[in-house]
């Protein structure tokens, strides 16, 4: 069965530190990979996205995520974190229903940001 | 253009009743999927409507269920609340063929069950 798994529940970094989140998948095809973020009380904001090609991919808000097939894993990375940035990240797989899809998420990686 | 739209954003309700959540799509936007999002937890999928039918479903029981109208929006009913039902109701709306694995979240709708 498809799964996602974010191992990191927390993770709390200083202001101007470098970011990395990690994610690790099972899934039999070429994934679908997504990373949303959610600040408290709203829903998921697409941060970016991975269907084909090149395996580095850019996103909104200076993020960027790199697919490695062999690791099975698409890890999210910034290379300067802002105060702004402290939110819950989603790493989520879609897995297609006829010619759309459904998303299989982890459960979260929460973090916080220090001043 | 707007986003998606959820009503009503918090709402208290009792073990035993019902409650119905509300979506509207972006524009243009028909294929609709609601997800409940446990505290501490991520989103899992409940079940998706395009063209008013209930393509797939979930690991949910049948007191979950919903419905899509011709202007695609969708409202999602659950019977009998259990406090387990506590959540964050998220709906997700994406355009059925060119962009369909691309989904906008709305803001949620969250359910208290005391």
């Known amino acids: 069965a498809q799964s996602v798994t974010q191992p990191d529940i927390h993770i709390t970094v200083s202001e101007g530190a470098s970011l990395e989140l990690r994610c690790n998948y099972s899934?039999?095809?070429?994934?679908?990979l997504f990373w949303y973020v959610q600040s408290p009380g709203q829903g998921l904001q697409l941060l970016l996205k991975?269907?084909?090609?090149?395996?580095l991919v850019q996103g909104i808000k200076g993020f960027e995520a790199e697919f490695k097939r062999s690791q099975s894993s698409f890890n999210l990375r910034k290379p300067t974190v802002h105060w702004s940035d402290a939110a819950e990240y989603f790493c989520?797989?879609?897995?297609?229903?006829?010619?759309?899809?459904?998303?299989?998420f982890g459960t979260g990686t929460r973090l916080k940001v220090l001043a | 253009d707007a986003g998606v739209t959820q009503s009503p954003t918090h709402l208290i309700k009792t073990r035993g009743q019902q409650v119905t959540l509300r979506c509207s799509p972006k524009?243009?936007?028909?294929?609709v999927s609601w997800y409940q999002q446990a505290l501490g937890q991520g989103p899992q999928f409940i079940f998706q409507?395009?063209?008013?039918?209930?393509?797939q479903r979930g690991n949910f029981p049948d007191r979950f269920s919903g419905h899509q109208f011709p202007n695609y929006s969708s409202e999602l009913n659950v019977n009998a609340l259990l406090l387990g039902d506590s959540a964050l109701y998220l709906c997700?709306?994406?355009?059925?063929?060119?962009?369909?694995?691309?989904?906008?979240f709305g803001a949620g709708s969250r359910l208290t069950v005391l």
């Open positions: 997700a709306c994406s355009l059925e063929g060119r962009g369909a694995n691309v989904q906008t």
């Open positions: 409507y395009y063209e008013e039918e209930e393509r």
């Open positions: 524009s243009g936007h028909d294929t």
């Open positions: 989520a797989v879609g897995r297609p229903i006829s010619v759309t899809y459904k998303y299989i």
């Open positions: 899934y039999g095809a070429t994934p679908y």
């Open positions: 991975y269907f084909s090609g090149d395996t």
